[in-house]
Each structure stands twice: as structure tokens, then as C-alpha cells.
């Protein structure tokens, strides 16, 4: 394992958690945040890479093959760690193709200004201590990669307090794709339109219902969102009108239903492929809810666009009140029968 660090390596790991390195940063700091990790998480293979520059890209990749092949995971249930000088290399490794992690964290340092072109289906979580203008900005590049890109505020960098994010990070956190799903797995198709939602059920007969809410992400917007960012009374208005609307839709569904997300304005979302869990949308919600009291996007690394606010509220009222934990994208929707 070349000069990895080995610092958890149970039997049958459930997840590969690699901590980058870089040749000046400090082999403690690493040693301590890869324990603490350890700790919170004793299922999962946790370990350091070392790569001294930029230049060892190949060896880091090299490195992650390894305990691919160690482990028997792939780059969906691995997470790559970068923090302080190896923030960068961590950066630039997820863009590595094949990819060797479809999870980045990072934690300061010096970030790429332009980074690489990242594989689909790429989630990377930017941590800041305080206001950090560069890991929103990266956010921001990263996103329009298509890349599920967020910038995350925490109120210490000490390794317990990081650790403990990840464990609950990890938990909303799934290495399922819509392609991978099982065939009995029931979905319920939602499109999300300008002016309405297009919502598509199928029983467990086989019976397909096809129902519409009376608005959509530009009609709610127009109605009740008409400041950038919205206050909090619009969003409480908006919610009005949409928790009514949901509930009579009177669905049941089974506790394992998975919401596919479609349409236009569903994009504006930037949903990862692999999907979000519902506390994980709840989250995006009370970061925008924090921008609506006057907290400044740039400091969430989150647009103020009012649509954006539409989108992210009507999925999070109807992950809620539908009872549905998961959410992946759709490019598209079935049609319902005549």
C-alpha cells in the first residue's frame, strides 16, 4: 500500500474513506480527523494517502485501485478527504476518469480556481470554518458540472466535530443510481413544470393515476416569491398554498416508494443522480430559510434566485408530507394510459 497510513480496515467494510495528504501538511492532523473518523464509523476502511504534489495524481489514483481491490468497493461507496494542503489534490482526483469516488470533502486549503471536468454523478461537500468566498466559488464552478456541489458552515474544525458530521453526512449520503435501483422498488414520478406539477402513480396493481397540482415552480414564484432572496412571509405563504394541494392528493404509498424527479424547472435543483435523502433536502431547506433572514447566499454557496427557492420548497413539502425518504433525478416522466 506504498506509504498509505492504515487506520481501520475491518473485514467486510461497508464504505472506503480516503484521506489525502499532501507532502507538507502534517502527518498528525490527518492521523487525528482519519481516528476520529474511524471512531464514529467502525464498518468502514479508513486510511491516508500520501501524495507530495500535484505531479502524484496517478499515485493517488494507483493508491484508491488498491484498496478497491482490497475491499471490494468501488468508487461509489468510496469518500475522498481532502483537507489543508491536500484540499487541492482531493479536488483534482475526483476528476480522475475513471473516477476512484463519487464523495469529496473538503476543509480549507488551496483550492483549484478551475477545477477538472468531474465524472457524472459526483457529490463534493466544500466545509468552511466562517465566510469562505473561494469554496462558494468553487461551488458554483462545480455546479455547473452538473455536479451536486454545497457549501457546508461548521462551527469547528476539531477532528471529533468533522467526524461526527460525516457519520450523519453519510447517513443521507446513498451509492444507489436510478439505474441500479431494484425492479420492485415502487417510484413515484413527479415533473416539475412552470405552471404545474405532473405527478404519476402506479399502483402495486399495476394501475397507473396520473394527478396535477394547480401551480407550478414559476406560478409560486409569481404568486408569493417576489423578492431575491424571498422574505420569510412568502415562503410561509407559498407553503399555504402548497401543503393543502398535496394532502388532497390522498396518496398512500409504500414506505419504500422512491420520488423520480423530472421537467424543466426540477433541473434548477442540480440533484445528483444518485439521489438525496429526505434530511438532506430538509437541510438545503433551512439553509434557504437562514438566507431568507438576511444570512448572505454567497456564505451558503446557494443561489437567492426565487425559482430556486420554488423548486427546493415544493420537493421538501412533498418529501414531507408524502412520507418519502429518497429522491433521485428523471430525465423523464411516463405518459399515463388514454
Same mark, same amino acid.
Given at each position: 500500500m506504498h506509504e498509505d497510513i492504515v487506520l481501520q480496515q475491518p473485514a467486510h467494510p461497508d464504505r472506503l474513506i480516503l484521506l489525502v495528504r499532501s507532502g507538507t501538511d502534517a502527518a498528525e492532523t490527518l492521523i487525528a480527523l482519519g481516528a476520529a473518523i474511524a471512531r464514529q464509523q467502525p464498518a468502514a476502511a479508513v486510511a491516508v494517502l500520501v501524495a507530495p504534489s500535484v505531479e502524484a495524481l496517478p499515485r493517488i489514483a494507483a493508491a484508491a485501485g488498491e484498496w478497491h481491490a482490497r475491499t471490494g468497493l468501488d468508487a461509489a461507496r468510496t469518500v475522498l478527504f481532502g483537507i489543508g494542503a491536500g484540499a487541492g489534490l482531493a479536488v483534482a482526483s475526483l476528476a480522475v476518469d475513471p473516477p476512484i469516488a463519487r464523495h469529496g470533502v473538503i476543509l480549507g486549503g488551496a483550492l483549484p480556481i478551475r477545477p477538472g471536468h468531474m465524472p457524472a454523478g459526483v457529490t463534493v461537500d466544500l466545509l468552511q470554518i466562517g465566510v469562505d468566498p473561494e469554496a462558494a466559488d468553487l461551488a458554483d464552478r462545480l455546479r455547473q458540472q452538473d455536479v451536486n456541489a454545497q457549501v457546508v458552515q461548521l462551527d469547528s474544525a476539531a477532528p471529533t466535530a468533522v467526524a461526527a458530521w460525516l457519520a450523519h453526512r453519510l447517513q443521507t449520503v446513498s451509492p444507489t443510481t436510478p439505474d441500479t435501483l431494484d425492479a420492485a422498488t415502487p417510484l413515484l414520478q413527479v415533473e416539475f413544470g412552470a405552471a404545474d406539477v405532473r405527478i404519476v402513480d402506479t399502483a402495486a396493481s399495476g394501475t397507473v393515476r396520473e394527478r396535477h397540482l394547480p401551480f407550478g415552480i414559476a406560478t409560486l414564484t409569481r404568486r408569493y416569491l417576489r423578492h431575491t432572496p424571498p422574505t420569510p412571509l412568502e415562503l410561509e405563504m407559498a407553503i399555504e398554498e402548497i401543503e393543502p394541494a398535496i394532502m388532497a392528493l390522498s396518496l398512500r404509498l409504500p414506505a419504500t416508494t422512491v420520488l423520480a424527479l423530472g421537467g424543466p424547472e426540477a433541473a434548477r435543483l442540480n440533484l445528483l443522480a444518485a439521489g438525496q435523502h429526505r434530511d438532506e433536502v430538509e437541510q438545503l431547506f433551512q439553509?434557504? /430559510? #437562514?438566507? /431568507?433572514?438576511? =444570512? @448572505?447566499? #454567497?456564505?451558503?454557496?446557494? @443561489?437567492?434566485? @426565487?425559482?430556486?427557492?420554488?423548486? /427546493?420548497?415544493?420537493? =421538501?413539502?412533498?418529501?414531507?408530507h408524502l412520507g418519502v425518504e429518497r429522491v433521485v433525478t428523471s430525465a423523464t416522466t411516463p405518459s399515463a394510459p388514454a
Open positions: 439553509r434557504l /430559510a #437562514a438566507i /431568507a433572514l438576511g =444570512r @448572505p447566499a #454567497a456564505s451558503e454557496g446557494l @443561489p437567492a434566485n @426565487p425559482h430556486f427557492f420554488a423548486a /427546493a420548497l415544493l420537493l =421538501r413539502e412533498l418529501m414531507h
